[in-house]
């Protein structure tokens, strides 16, 4: 079946500027998670989501990122006022439930460029 | 805190040869480990996973073990082929959490 996919896979914008990034999970896979890997922080927690439950938002390294999920399923993350440290490549992940049981399927990334 | 270290950083062999990926964690109150590929410029595969109860799994070429207690895991790939090149992630979802730490990686060359 269809794995998790992001998009765009590739954004470019300048400093300053907000930018969306979108999610699409596993079907029926209830736990979504953002993590940002980045040259000199290798691959770090961003957020997580969990059904109906209030998101896990303690990786999230400034009140500038935000992300929601809709209806269970899609999910956006939202950078405000991009700074060039947010350049990195942005990864989605989805598991079954929320359990630490679960294997995670990441999808291909979007590779964020803040110029 | 959870911290996972992954050594050596880089790794070059000859084709043919076993491979051996160390990955050593803090803390022993985790809940799963998982190893990753990942390949220049794409996403994550998961290559296989091990429950805390677990003591290794294995597919294919891929052997995994683990030990806890020692806050331990190897990854064992038999008879290394160049498509075998690139970057092993492992990582752990601790007890009373979801998320995945990560270690650094190693980066693995396998020359033809």
Redesign the interface.
């Known amino acids: 079946g269809a794995g998790?996919s992001q998009s765009p896979s590739n954004k470019v914008t300048e400093k300053g500027k907000d930018v969306e990034l979108r999610c699409d999970p596993i079907s029926g896979h209830t736990?979504l998670?953002w993590?940002r890997q980045s040259l000199g922080q290798?691959?770090?927690?961003l957020i997580?989501f969990?059904g109906n439950s209030a998101p896990?938002k303690?990786?999230l390294p400034s009140d500038r990122f935000s992300a929601e999920r809709t209806g269970g399923s899609v999910s956006t993350l939202t950078i405000q006022r991009t700074q060039q440290e947010d350049s990195a490549v942005y990864?989605c992940?989805s598991?079954p439930a929320?359990?630490?049981?679960n294997?995670?399927?990441?999808?291909?990334?979007t590779?964020l460029t803040v110029t | 805190k959870q911290e996972v270290t992954q050594i050596p950083a880089a790794l070059s062999v000859p084709e043919g040869e076993n491979l051996v990926l160390n990955c050593s964690f803090t803390d022993s109150a985790i809940?799963?480990l998982?190893w990753?590929r990942q390949d220049p410029?794409?996403?994550?595969?998961?290559l296989l996973?091990i429950?805390s109860s677990q003591r290794e799994q294995t597919s294919g070429r891929l052997n995994a073990s683990l030990d806890k207690s020692s806050g331990r895991s190897t990854l064992y790939i038999a008879a290394s082929q160049p498509g075998d090149s690139a970057t092993y992630?492992c990582?752990v979802?601790?007890?009373a959490?979801?998320?995945?730490?990560?270690?650094?990686?190693t980066r693995v060359l396998v020359k033809p």
């Open positions: 998790v736990a998670y993590y290798g691959l770090e927690f997580y969990q896990d303690s990786g990864l992940a598991s929320g359990t630490g049981i294997e995670q399927y990441f999808g291909p990334g590779r | 809940y799963n998982q990753f410029g794409k996403g994550l595969t998961s996973l429950q992630l990582a979802v601790k007890a959490g979801n998320k995945l730490t990560f270690g650094g990686g």
